[in-house]
């Protein structure tokens, strides 16, 4: 029979955690040169669902960040181009020369607040994204994917064509015409920029800045159980702290945790690379919210459970290496500090549980103005 979790001290405990933690904003900050309008967020939910941005106009932003699924997928690894399917049904097509895409599919959920810590105003300009940091904010990540060949570029075009060959289809739509004149008001409204800007304003709509922790931090002391205040100490108290703070749970700094490798990928991941073009094997730290949503885990989605997490990190944290191609000794100092053991779990599993937020658009397109199939080969 489990004991019954102690209650503690609610107002000491929120008045400490508060220097470590927040509820996450009720309004978003937007770029000084992207402010955002009803206009282009429309815009860019169509783009963000319309395949004519890839190379064979078979594949959407939402095919690999889709809203049934978090806006990210149910997949470790993505599945790009040349493909059919949503999720863990997504196969290629056959025959078929593209690669896996190299790192699981991040949520786009409450990136509009990527770089944010305690009481401090985030640079929406300066936000980082990705894996390994490679782009910063919004505008630019939303045109990565778009060049990236495994991705949505595919075969036919260059990297450095495939941008231009995206807007000249669009400036070949009268619809798009129209609805990038609204959202823009210039004589020639559809570039390459715009393109970014308009994606980007559409993805700061998804925010899910009410969830139970949220509702606890800004003084309601009923929105999470005694069980989960429980958790939250020990989540504190074993060291998950230690990266995971901030409203968003994330320092958005890089660490080496020495995941296992995805045995779907031919070479080993390096990571971000060192001051010193040597590779790391350094990821940056994910957000902890709306993780109900987003399994596989890590940045290869080696672990398809939250439970498995805490048990590599157990492991860690007991000098235990599950990835051979990486010395221990380049592990972060942190991975020591970590105090973790099965009778922790439970508890920080159901804190876990109080940063997911369920309120976010769901809604789909009935048709976008290419006419292709609504998130490209899905079906």
Not at 246 to 267: A, R, T
Not at 290 to 297: Q, S
Not at 367 to 376: A, D, E, K, Y
Request: proline letters at 6%; charged letters at 25%.
């Amino acid at each position: 029979m489990q004991p019954k979790p102690k209650e503690v001290n609610i107002d000491r405990t929120l008045a400490e955690d508060k220097s470590i933690f927040t509820a996450l904003p009720t309004k978003v900050i937007a770029p000084k040169d992207n402010p955002s309008s009803i206009e282009k967020e429309a815009l860019g939910k169509l783009l963000f669902y319309d395949p004519i941005l890839s190379g064979n106009k078979d594949i959407s932003c939402a095919t690999c960040h889709h809203p049934d699924m978090g806006y990210a997928e149910f997949l470790d690894i993505s599945i790009g181009t040349n493909a059919k399917g949503l999720g863990s049904k997504r196969k290629f097509n056959t025959p078929n020369d593209i690669p896996f895409v190299k790192r699981n599919a991040q949520t786009i959920l409450n990136t509009a607040f990527n770089g944010i810590q305690n009481y401090q105003k985030y640079i929406a300009e300066n936000a980082p994204m990705f894996w390994d940091e490679r782009a910063k904010s919004l505008e630019k990540q939303a045109l990565e994917p778009i060049k990236a060949f495994e991705e949505m570029r595919g075969h036919g075009f260059t990297e450095n064509e495939i941008l231009l060959v995206v807007v000249d289809r669009l400036k070949n739509i009268p619809e798009y015409q129209t609805l990038f004149k609204n959202a823009f008001n210039e004589t020639e409204p559809i570039t390459v920029e715009n393109l970014a800007k308009t994606i980007a304003a559409f993805e700061r709509t998804l925010i899910t800045n009410n969830s139970p922790f949220d509702q606890y931090m800004r003084g309601n002391r009923k929105a999470i159980s005694i069980r989960e205040k429980d958790g939250f100490e020990q989540f504190k108290k074993v060291g998950c702290v230690n990266c995971h703070s901030g409203p968003m749970f994330s320092d958005y700094k890089i660490h080496v945790l020495g995941v296992p490798e995805n045995s779907k990928l031919p070479f080993v991941d390096f990571g971000i690379a060192d001051i010193n073009k040597k590779d790391s094997f350094a990821f940056r730290t994910p957000s902890l919210r709306n993780l109900r949503f987003t399994a596989p885990y890590m940045h290869n989605g080696s672990f398809m459970t939250l439970r498995r997490v805490l048990e590599f990190y157990e492991d860690i944290s007991n000098s235990k290496v599950r990835n051979p191609n990486i010395d221990p000794t380049k592990f972060d100092s942190f991975v020591h500090d970590l105090k973790l053991s099965v009778k922790e779990m439970a508890g920080i599993l159901a804190f876990l549980n109080t940063l997911n937020d369920s309120n976010f658009d769901k809604t789909i397109p009935e048709n976008v103005p290419s006419g292709l199939p609504v998130g490209g080969s899905i079906n």
